[in-house]
């Protein structure tokens, strides 16, 4: 067998990868030149400077895995690595400490006024008074996503004698405050209590823009913001504006909407204090070593028969296990993504049914895909490996249950949802031996096609409403694809929903837009994996 490992990876990887393979080390080449050769090779291995496409995927016929030497894995082809019965894995917690100690590192430096102080040394001055810092110690620091290295910056700002404020919608109040942090469950409870904040959350829908000139506003004046976890997630015009009017006092900012082209950044031409490093969060030697032999490990284990321990696609899952079940793996998904997208609160417990032929069969591999898409929907790295451990490490009960009771599809499952606020309960099935469907929202029974884009709009059950619905989304130029409305059994129910498939993602600005049609209440827009 061979592997190839490109873009300067540790040659560590290669000393493990030998045991099992044979292993060639070759520098980053571009797409044409990687097609032209994969075909050689059992394994590929890879940092971020190859982009793993369809083409090389299709040309890489004896490929079996592909290792990303790294947390995440946008330059891989995860569907066409899919279908093609590739497993592709990742190093998850290769580079947290690193992260997290870049993390307090940047808080320390715009604290001390680190970075202007040795510029201005350098340049042969003595200015002690103009850098003037402030003190962590009997500070708050506000850490929004506490999971591995949210929790670590956590622990070390106790050490520095700091008080820790937690918003995590997916972190019980008992682990937090077990930890020593105050566990706070609003957002607009969380922003007045820090004087620092630091974000350690994945790039979503719920989380682009979380921090802007409103959310700004309902902070300290004198907030301090780092960002070391995705660019886009502070609002980076926001940001500039608040820093050169004095309200935000600095900021230390790792990542960017737009990497690597930092010259199109605005935070470049801030007046105020800050502090800006180029996506350094993962970059030490420990780190890159460790990630180098976790995916090396890996692939060695995959080469000689075992398995993977970070897969993040579906061949990681054994397949006699998944082959009776396959055909429902994506609905099982799109059941969990959509209930909780559908909910707000800290998740409590998940209850998974299955009926009709479900019934019978091990369903195992249908509860990961659930919870994949539950976790997934707020959390990053998120795959069909560690979703069970992580819904385990945050104290989230899943109940499983097989039912005889009469079903109306030759398969179902129901996930019930329990938060701290409310219980949401969606249903998914196949129709016509091969067609997904959503076929319960609540107490609606509908028959929803999944989709990418969806919007669901509660409602009065009256003349024109979905007119007026149809009239806002098409001024804001999105396209519908297709609409339900559902209506609950009871024929003197007054309430209905619409389900609307459209074109493009739905932002906050539409549904508020929505929202103030007389008798509509509560819309909400929904991102399913298809």
């Given at each position: ?109 715009m604290a001390r006024n680190i970075a202007p102080a040795a510029t201005s040394t350098k340049e042969g001055k003595w200015d002690r008074s103009k850098f003037t810092g402030t003190e962590l110690y009997k500070k708050t620091l506000g850490i929004i996503g506490f999971g591995k290295i949210g929790s670590h910056v ?170 009776p079940v396959k055909d429902y793996m994506g609905i099982a998904e799109n059941t969990g993504e959509l209930a909780v997208q559908l909910s707000t609160g800290a998740v409590k417990s998940i209850e998974i049914t299955a009926d009709g032929d479900l019934a019978d069969l091990d369903i195992q591999p249908l509860e ?163």
């Amino acid at each position: 067998m061979k592997v190839l490992v490109t873009d300067k990876i540790n040659e560590a990887a290669g000393r493990i990868i030998e045991a099992a393979a044979e292993v060639d080390f070759l520098p980053t080449m571009s797409e044409d030149e990687l097609a032209k050769i994969i075909g050689n090779y059992d394994a590929l291995m890879v940092r971020s400077q190859t982009k793993v496409t369809p083409k090389i995927i299709e040309a890489g016929k004896n490929l079996k895995i592909i290792g990303r030497a790294g947390v995440g894995v946008d330059n891989i082809d995860l569907e066409s690595a899919t279908q093609k019965g590739i497993i592709v894995v990742n190093s998850p917690d290769g580079n947290t400490m690193a992260a997290a100690e870049h993390t307090i590192a940047l808080m320390l430096a715009m604290a001390r006024n680190i970075a202007p102080a040795a510029t201005s040394t350098k340049e042969g001055k003595w200015d002690r008074s103009k850098f003037t810092g402030t003190e962590l110690y009997k500070k708050t620091l506000g850490i929004i996503g506490f999971g591995k290295i949210g929790s670590h910056v956590g622990e070390v700002a106790l050490a520095l004698g700091m008080k820790v404020v937690v918003y995590d919608p997916f972190t019980s109040k008992e682990v937090v405050e077990k930890f020593g942090g105050e566990y706070i469950e609003n957002l607009d409870d969380f922003w007045g209590k820090p004087d620092f904040i630091t974000v350690h959350v994945p790039k979503t829908k719920d989380t682009v823009n979380m921090i802007n000139k409103d959310t700004i506003q309902k902070m300290k004046k004198g907030i301090r913001l780092v960002n070391c976890a995705r660019g886009g997630i502070i609002n980076e015009n926001d940001l500039k504006e608040a820093i050169n009017s004095g309200y935000v006092a600095s900021a230390a900012i790792d990542v960017y909407e737009n990497e690597p082209n930092i010259t199109e950044c605005p935070l470049i031409n801030c007046t105020g204090n800050i502090v800006l490093t180029p996506h350094l969060g993962a970059s030490t030697t420990e780190a890159q070593m460790n990630v180098a032999i976790d995916v090396a490990e890996q692939i060695k284990e995959v080469l000689s028969g075992g398995s993977a321990s970070s897969a993040v696609n579906i061949p990681s899952l054994r397949p006699d296990k998944l082959e009776p079940v396959k055909d429902y793996m994506g609905i099982a998904e799109n059941t969990g993504e959509l209930a909780v997208q559908l909910s707000t609160g800290a998740v409590k417990s998940i209850e998974i049914t299955a009926d009709g032929d479900l019934a019978d069969l091990d369903i195992q591999p249908l509860e990961v895909a659930v919870l994949k898409g539950i976790l997934s929907s707020r959390l990053e790295g998120v795959n069909y490996v560690n979703a069970p451990v992580i819904a385990k490490k945050r104290g989230i009960d899943i109940i499983t249950t097989h039912s005889k009771r009469k079903c109306s599809f030759d398969g179902r499952i129901t996930v019930k949802l329990t938060t701290d606020k409310e219980q949401t309960v969606v249903a998914g099935a196949i129709v016509a031996k091969d067609i997904p469907r959503i076929v319960k929202i609540n107490d609606y029974e509908t028959s929803i096609r999944p989709e990418k884009h969806v919007i669901i709009v509660p409602h009065v059950n009256k003349p024109s409403m979905i007119a007026k619905v149809a009239q806002v989304i098409g001024e804001k130029g999105i396209n519908i694809g297709s609409m339900n409305v559902v209506q609950k059994n009871d024929k003197h129910e007054t309430e209905s929903i619409m389900v609307i498939n459209v074109d493009t993602a739905v932002d906050d600005n539409t549904l508020k837009s929505i929202e103030k049609i007389d008798g509509v209440h509560n819309p909400k827009y929904v991102n399913l994996t298809v």
